[in-house]
C-alpha cells in the first residue's frame, strides 16, 4: 500500500485557499481538518490574522492543516499536531498531507512548516520573513530553514511527531520510508510467545485493536491443509496471519475489499514492523510473506513445499491458480444434421 491514505481536500476548500493566494483583501488563514468519516479535507474556519489563529487554536487542541498569506500568490502551509493527539490520528494527518499540499499547489506554498502548539507556531512564522521563501516549499524547523523533497518532508515531520511520544511508554510512531513502517507502533498483547503459540496452534491470526493501539489474537486454530485456510480468514476486518506447516512459517496479510480506509493504512504501515518484532523478539522467521484481499484470492501454491508440491490434495497442481477453479466453457455446439 502507498503512503498516501487516500483522503483529498474537497472543492470548498480549494476554493477558499485559492481566494487566499489571490486577493489581498479578507481572510488571511484557513484551516481545515479530515472529516469525521475521513473521506476528505474540509475547512474547519477562516479567520483574519496569527492573532486570531493563535485564540483558535488555544481552544481547538486537535491536528489540522493550516494556510497563511505569506504576500501576492503565497501562503505558508502548516501541519499542526498537538501532542495530545492520537497516534492514529497523527498518522492520518501525516499520510494526507501530501496529497493536499500537491492539490493546492506546490507553486503557491513558499513555506511548509510543523508545529505542536499556538506559541511555537506563531514564533515559527514571525521569525521567518515572507520575503525569504521563493521557489519551492521551504520547511523550517528548530535548525532553521532548509529546502527537502516531499519524502524528506514527510519523514521529518513523523520523526518529530515520535519525540513528543516519550510520555507515552515511550512508543514510537510509525516511521515511515517508502510507504512501510520499520517499527511496529503498538505494543503486541498476549500471555505466550508467539513461538509458543506457533507450537500448539498451526493457524494464529491478529488484529489491530485502535482504541487500545495494541496488536491482539484474533483467533487460533488447527489448519491441517493449505485448503482450509481461506476458511480462517476474517472477512470482515484486515488481518495478521501466521500458518505453521512441516516447520516452515507462513505470513499472511489479508485485507478485505470493505475494510475501512483508516483500517487499511494502519494495518499496511504496520506489516513491516509486526514481522520485525516476530523475527527479532520472538525468533519467528517466515518462509513466505503473502498479501492477499480477500480470502479467495488466496494461492494455495504460495504455501506448497517440495515434498507436497506435486500433492494435488494439499495444493493446486498448477502453480499461481486460486483456490476456486474457474468453470471450464461449454463446449462448441455443432449444427443440426
Same mark, same amino acid.
Given at each position: 500500500?502507498? $503512503?498516501?491514505?487516500? +483522503? ?25 481538518? +479530515?472529516?469525521?468519516? $475521513? ?5 474547519? @474556519? ?18 489540522? !492543516? ?19 493527539? =492520537?497516534?492514529?490520528?497523527?498518522? /492520518? ?27 511555537? /507556531?506563531?514564533?515559527?512564522? *514571525?521569525?521567518?520573513? @515572507? ?19 516531499? *519524502? ?32 511496529? *507502533? &503498538? ?9 509458543? /503459540? ?11 485493536? +485502535? ?27 484486515? *488481518? !495478521?496471519?501466521? !500458518? ?5 512459517? #507462513?505470513?499472511? #496479510?489479508?485485507? =478485505? ?9 494502519? #494495518? ?5 514492523? &509486526? ?24 494461492? /494455495? ?12 490434495? $494439499?495444493?493446486?497442481? @498448477? ?5 476456486? $477453479? ?12
Amino acid at each position: 500500500m502507498s $503512503n498516501q491514505s487516500g +483522503i483529498t481536500a474537497d472543492q470548498e476548500l480549494l476554493d477558499t485557499i485559492g481566494a487566499l493566494t489571490t486577493e489581498t483583501a479578507g481572510s488571511a488563514v484557513v484551516v481545515a481538518q +479530515i472529516s469525521s468519516d $475521513n473521506t476528505s479535507v474540509r475547512v474547519a @474556519a477562516t479567520l483574519h490574522s496569527t492573532d486570531q489563529l493563535s485564540t483558535y487554536l488555544s481552544s481547538h487542541a486537535e491536528p489540522a !492543516y493550516i494556510w497563511v498569506r505569506r504576500g501576492a500568490g503565497k501562503v505558508a502551509f502548516v501541519s499542526y499536531m498537538p501532542e495530545t493527539t =492520537p497516534v492514529r490520528a497523527k498518522m /492520518l494527518y501525516a499520510s494526507t498531507k501530501n496529497t493536499v499540499s500537491r492539490q493546492v499547489g506546490s507553486n503557491h506554498i513558499s513555506l511548509t512548516l510543523m508545529a505542536s502548539s499556538a506559541d511555537e /507556531l506563531v514564533a515559527d512564522l *514571525s521569525a521567518t520573513p @515572507a520575503a525569504g521563501a521563493t521557489g519551492d516549499a521551504a520547511t523550517h524547523n528548530a535548525a532553521g530553514t532548509s529546502v527537502l523533497t516531499e *519524502s524528506e518532508r514527510q519523514n521529518l515531520e513523523i520523526s518529530r511527531q515520535q519525540k513528543t511520544e516519550g510520555s507515552r511508554a515511550a512508543r514510537a510512531l510509525v516511521s515511515q520510508n517508502n510507504g512501510t513502517a520499520h517499527t511496529l *507502533s &503498538f505494543k503486541v498483547a498476549s500471555d505466550k510467545s508467539i513461538s509458543d /503459540l506457533l507450537r500448539e496452534f498451526s493457524f494464529v491470526s491478529f488484529k489491530i485493536d +485502535i482504541a487500545k493501539e495494541q496488536v491482539e489474537i484474533l483467533a487460533t486454530a488447527q489448519v491441517s491443509q493449505p485448503t482450509q485456510l481461506p476458511d480462517y480468514l476474517d472477512s470482515t476486518q484486515p *488481518s !495478521y496471519n501466521l !500458518y505453521h506447516s512441516q516447520g516452515r512459517n #507462513y505470513f499472511i #496479510y489479508s485485507c =478485505p475489499s470493505g475494510s475501512k480506509v483508516k483500517e487499511r493504512m494502519l #494495518y499496511a504501515s504496520n506489516k513491516s514492523g &509486526f514481522l520485525k518484532h516476530l523475527k527479532e523478539v520472538d525468533g519467528v522467521d517466515m518462509a513466505k510473506t503473502v498479501e492477499v484481499g480477500d480470502a479467495d484470492e488466496l494461492e /494455495l501454491s504460495d504455501f506448497g513445499t517440495e515434498s507436497n508440491a506435486g500433492n494435488a490434495e $494439499n495444493v493446486n497442481s @498448477a502453480a499461481g491458480r486460486l483456490k476456486f $477453479n474457474r468453470p471450464k466453457r461449454p463446449g462448441r455446439r455443432t449444427g443440426a444434421n
